[in-house]
């Protein structure tokens, strides 16, 4: 069953936290925050914050229309499944955007 896996660097705390607020109801913890050891090659800490989702049967029909495969996908009709804040929450959160290529992936 899926679940949801927010994880990122410290500078994006906030937005995490939003995304907690919206979500707690499926979540068994709080946000969490971990420090990796020294980058071997800049010596900098590197500081994150997340959470984890349940793994609920409720999220098995989102999961199916936006991974085929195991991989991710994006709907034909995703106008008709998302909100125009929605599409914005689901790129930000699962789209890397690679600033060489200027292309999403």
Same mark, same amino acid.
Do not use: P
């Given at each position: 069953m899926p679940d949801y896996?927010?994880?990122k660097e410290w500078?994006?705390?906030e937005y995490i936290q939003h995304?907690?607020?919206l979500f707690s109801s499926y979540c068994g913890m709080v946000p969490k925050t971990s420090s990796q050891s020294p980058n071997k090659r800049t010596? #900098?800490? !590197?500081h994150s914050v997340g959470f #984890?989702? !349940?793994s609920l049967p409720c999220f098995n029909s989102l999961y199916d229309l936006f991974y085929s495969e195991g991989k991710q996908i994006v709907p034909l009709n995703?106008?008709?499944l998302l909100t125009p804040?929605?599409?914005c929450y689901w790129i930000r959160m699962m789209v890397v955007f690679a600033?060489?290529?200027r292309q999403l992936y």
């Open positions: 896996n927010s994880h500078v994006h705390k995304l907690y607020e010596g #900098k800490i !590197y #984890k989702t !349940y995703i106008g008709e804040l929605g599409l600033r060489e290529t």
